[in-house]
């Protein structure tokens, strides 16, 4: 009963596959090789973006880190949620790289409301070389809190930093679960809702390690190249991350395997809030819950064998009380008898 992260399922059989193929041969090192070269032609193909960039790193935090780094100078900032993954969990790489700031903003349930985003970037640098100029807008898709961005609000965003003249870079760690639940195309969740940059996650949905950037202006591309390198996150080895990504895409397994791990959260939900005292802190939208628990049943939970962490944004949580909050997470992996199994504990 693994629901600590998604990050904690496993590789995908496929996935395995076809690095096991990519290793029984010679082929191009540094990214020069026919796996590559497909893997770009297949993503610029699913984006509608003949004309985009694609660059594979090993890593999310490579990918939000670099993607920034390209998008914003040293001398501005990168709007975000004060709760997204680039400012709770990239002990500060965003930063490193880019050499910018964050500026944190509000939002209710994980997100920015357009109306946050346009007027953080109206009152930049009212004071003009005194002051950190803007930089980039940076939202998280699907939220840290679980939830996801829907079309119309994302069009917003991507209108106010259009308007305001900076780049909108979309962590897409978990983008494959928020296009299963918006049921869109890759384009509507990106460029064409003005996305610039997106870090396409695929390591939380199957894969090894592995994630794409995809650079919708190409005037970015000659930059992420040099930082990737100077990152050291341009593999030598680079065909065992497309192999990867080869196999994530190929007869929509991403969309699949995203579809799961929705279904197996929304089926968590469905039990664990008809019982006694629990209640969900935000919207299950994904893959992710956040609940409240009684702390009896709490316990009772990890007798039982269930593994989950408790809600960061809560902690440290005061043992006195009568009540938990923690994080759920589901994977393409969880089956439907270990959220059977850790319901049965829940209601007993």
């Given at each position: 009963?693994?629901?600590?992260?998604?990050?904690?399922?496993?590789?995908?059989?496929?996935?395995?596959?076809?690095?096991?193929?990519?290793?029984?041969?010679?082929?191009?090192?540094?990214?020069?090789?026919?796996?590559?070269?497909?893997?770009?032609?297949?993503?610029?193909?699913?984006?509608?973006?003949?004309?985009?960039?694609?660059?594979?790193?090993?890593?999310?935090?490579?990918?939000?880190?670099?993607?920034?780094?390209?998008?914003?100078?040293?001398?501005?900032?990168?709007?975000?949620?004060?709760?997204?993954?680039?400012?709770?969990?990239?002990?500060?790489?965003?930063?490193?790289y880019s050499n910018a700031?964050?500026?944190?903003?509000?939002?209710?349930?994980?997100?920015?409301?357009?109306?946050?985003?346009?007027?953080?970037?109206?009152?930049?640098a009212p004071q003009g070389?005194?002051?950190?100029?803007?930089?980039?807008?940076?939202?998280?898709?699907?939220?840290?809190?679980?939830?996801?961005?829907?079309?119309?609000?994302?069009?917003?965003?991507?209108?106010?930093?259009?308007?305001?003249?900076?780049?909108?870079?979309?962590?897409?760690?978990?983008?494959?679960?928020?296009?299963?639940?918006?049921?869109?195309?890759?384009?509507?969740?990106?460029?064409?809702?003005?996305?610039?940059?997106?870090?396409?996650?695929?390591?939380?949905?199957?894969?090894?390690?592995?994630?794409?950037?995809?650079?919708?202006?190409?005037?970015?591309?000659?930059?992420?190249?040099?930082?990737?390198?100077?990152?050291?996150?341009?593999?030598?080895?680079?065909?065992?991350?497309?192999?990867?990504?080869?196999?994530?895409?190929?007869?929509?397994?991403?969309?699949?395997?995203?579809?799961?791990?929705?279904?197996?959260?929304?089926?968590?939900?469905?039990?664990?809030?008809?019982?006694?005292?629990?209640?969900?802190?935000?919207?299950?939208?994904?893959?992710?819950?956040?609940?409240?628990?009684?702390?009896?049943?709490?316990?009772?939970?990890?007798?039982?064998?269930?593994?989950?962490?408790?809600?960061?944004?809560?902690?440290?949580?005061?043992?006195?009380?009568?009540?938990?909050?923690?994080?759920?997470?589901?994977?393409?992996?969880?089956?439907?008898?270990?959220?059977?199994?850790?319901?049965?504990?829940?209601?007993?």
């Amino acid at each position: 009963m693994w629901f600590t992260s998604d990050n904690a399922g496993p590789a995908h059989p496929n996935v395995i596959r076809a690095m096991s193929r990519a290793a029984s041969s010679y082929s191009g090192s540094y990214g020069s090789d026919a796996l590559t070269e497909g893997v770009t032609a297949r993503i610029r193909e699913l984006f509608e973006a003949p004309e985009a960039s694609v660059y594979l790193v090993a890593t999310g935090t490579a990918a939000n880190a670099l993607s920034l780094a390209t998008l914003c100078p040293p001398w501005a900032t990168i709007y975000c949620h004060r709760q997204s993954h680039v400012v709770d969990d990239e002990c500060g790489a965003p930063e490193f790289y880019s050499n910018a700031r964050l500026t944190l903003l509000e939002g209710d349930n994980g997100k920015l409301a357009p109306d946050t985003v346009a007027e953080a970037l109206r009152r930049a640098a009212p004071q003009g070389v005194h002051n950190v100029q803007k930089g980039a807008v940076s939202i998280t898709q699907v939220s840290e809190r679980g939830t996801v961005y829907d079309l119309k609000t994302l069009r917003a965003i991507g209108a106010a930093a259009k308007a305001a003249g900076v780049p909108l870079h979309m962590d897409g760690a978990r983008f494959a679960n928020a296009l299963q639940a918006l049921d869109c195309t890759p384009a509507e969740m990106s460029w064409k809702a003005g996305v610039t940059a997106l870090s396409l996650g695929g390591t939380k949905n199957g894969l090894m390690a592995a994630e794409a950037v995809v650079l919708f202006d190409p005037a970015y591309a000659w930059e992420f190249e040099l930082r990737r390198k100077r990152g050291a996150q341009l593999l030598s080895k680079h065909r065992f991350l497309a192999a990867q990504m080869q196999a994530y895409l190929e007869d929509e397994l991403w969309r699949s395997l995203a579809e799961t791990a929705n279904a197996r959260a929304a089926q968590l939900a469905a039990g664990l809030l008809g019982v006694d005292g629990v209640t969900a802190l935000h919207p299950v939208e994904a893959n992710m819950l956040f609940l409240r628990l009684p702390r009896a049943l709490h316990g009772t939970l990890q007798a039982g064998g269930a593994k989950y962490g408790e809600d960061s944004a809560s902690m440290p949580s005061n043992p006195d009380s009568p009540t938990i909050d923690v994080r759920m997470v589901t994977n393409w992996a969880t089956t439907r008898d270990a959220i059977e199994q850790l319901l049965s504990i829940a209601q007993s």
